[in-house]
Structures are given as C-alpha cells and as structure tokens.
C-alpha cells in the first residue's frame, strides 16, 4: 500500500485515474473472455453466471460499507482528539496563570507556543522529515514545561500545584492519544481486498454481458466511476494526511484566541 499511499499523497486525482483505468480494463477483459465462451458454448448462457456475479456485487458493496464505516470511525476520533487535547492545554493554561508566580508565567507562555505546535502537527501533510521536527520540538516543550511544574511542586508541595500537576500530565496524555490515532489507517490487507474485490466484481460484470454479447458501456463507466469515487473517500478518510478531507484545527485556533485576553484579578468586592 505504500506505493498508492505515494501516489495519494501527490495527487488524488493520479490515484483515481489509475483506479478507474484498472477497473475498466478489469471490465474489457471479462467482456473478452465472456465473448470467447459464448462462442464455444452451445445454446444460451446459464443464468447461475447472473447469480455468481450478483453475489460478487454484493460482498463488494459489503466490503465498501465495512471500509466506510472504519475510515469514518477513524476520522471521528482525530477530531475528538483534537477538541480533547485543546481543551487540556486551556485548563492547563489556567491553572499555571492561577499559581501566581514567574514559573508558573513561564508555563502558560510555553503552553501557547505548544499549542501553535499541535496545531501545525494537525496540519502537516505527508511529508515524515517535517513531522520528525515538528515532534522533536514537542518533546523539546513538554520537557521545559515538566521541568518548571518540578520545580513549583517542590518548593510549593500543595493541592494548587497538584492541580497543575494533574492538567498538565492530562495534555501530553492527550497529545500521545492524538498522535495515536493520526497514525491508525487501513490496514493494508483490508485496503487490498477493496481493490482486489472492484476488480474481480469489474471483471466478473463484463464476463456475463460478454456471454450475452450485450455492451452498455456508459452503465459500466458510471458504475466503475461510482466505485472509484466511494474508494477514494474511504483512503481520504482513513488516511490523515492524504487527501483533501482534513482534520479541523478550530479548536486550537479557538484555544490560541483565549490565551490572548490573558488572566486578570480584579479588584476584592467590598464588605
């Protein structure tokens, strides 16, 4: 799956291309074959041909449901993860404004340059050389701010600082689970029989209209492009990083806005 992965990741439409290419090709050759065995057959074609083929139609459909439903499932948890871990990184931002020191300053300061990090970790396209810094640099801040919050606990060993304690061990927890799950994709044998079954399913159809010597080829383009269509969303859905449906990012632009009105004391209401 590597190489179409490649190929995903340049172009779509060069994926799509080759997929509905290979379909139709699968569809002639069937239709080649048909012709060949009617012609040596005696009398009309058996109608169990129909039924076979309907059945291969069918566990095709079967399996695209299955996919889609995966790839879907997939997709829901990058954006639950994403709201998740954003919604840490801002209760961990509140209670290091809450400490009341330069430490604790210092970690809301690094929270917001990590949170631009998650982000553009979210963003990032196929490309393993980005991702390396981009995750570097992440280890790198969650080492400083787990270095400062040490500090805080040792010299301040109370509920506060265990809370911030608490905050900050639930963020990298949920960016380890982010990451996690943009790493989950199809399984390749799962990915293969898709293409394996369109293409038996493809074949198989041109085989019985070629028994019957019956060509319908705008039908056949319409459905090989049907099919084509449904396989593309499934590896857009499964896959982070390929395609054009992407994982939203508005809840760290949303958390980056709040970090922006800052934390301010106001003055003790009078007795």
Do not use: C
């Not at 309907?54 to 639950?80: D, I, K, P, Q």
Request: no cysteine.
């Amino acid at each position: 799956m590597s190489l179409l992965a490649t190929i995903s990741a340049w172009s779509e439409f060069a994926f799509g291309f080759l997929l509905f290419a290979a379909q139709l090709t699968a569809h002639e050759v069937g239709f080649w074959f048909g012709r060949r065995a009617a012609a040596r057959a005696e009398g009309p074609p058996s109608e169990g041909v129909g039924v076979v083929v309907g059945g291969m139609l069918g566990l095709l459909a079967f399996v695209l449901a299955l996919t889609l439903s995966f790839a879907t499932e997939r997709f829901g948890e990058r954006h639950a993860g994403t709201l998740a871990e954003a919604n840490a990184i801002g209760t961990a931002w509140l209670r290091a404004k809450a400490i009341g020191q330069p430490r604790g300053d210092e970690i809301a300061r690094l929270l917001e340059r990590y949170t631009v990090l998650r982000k553009a970790f979210v963003e990032a396209s196929h490309d393993p050389v980005h991702l390396a810094e981009v995750t570097d640099s992440t280890n790198a801040l969650q080492s400083a701010i787990w270095g400062h919050l040490s500090a805080i606990v040792r010299e301040q060993p109370n509920p506060i600082s265990s809370s911030l304690m608490a905050a900050l061990n639930d963020t990298f927890d949920a960016s380890t689970a982010e990451r996690f799950a943009f790493e989950l994709r199809l399984p390749p044998q799962i990915f293969w029989l898709l293409i394996g079954l369109s293409l038996l399913g493809m074949a198989a159809l041109g085989y019985q209209l070629g028994l019957r010597h019956t060509r319908l080829p705008l039908l056949a383009v319409i459905l090989t492009l049907m099919w084509t269509l449904v396989i593309i969303d499934i590896l857009d859905l499964a896959t982070a990083r390929i395609g054009n449906i992407r994982t939203s990012t508005a809840a760290y632009e949303w958390t980056l806005t709040g970090f922006q009105g800052s934390v301010t004391i106001p003055a003790a209401p009078s007795p």
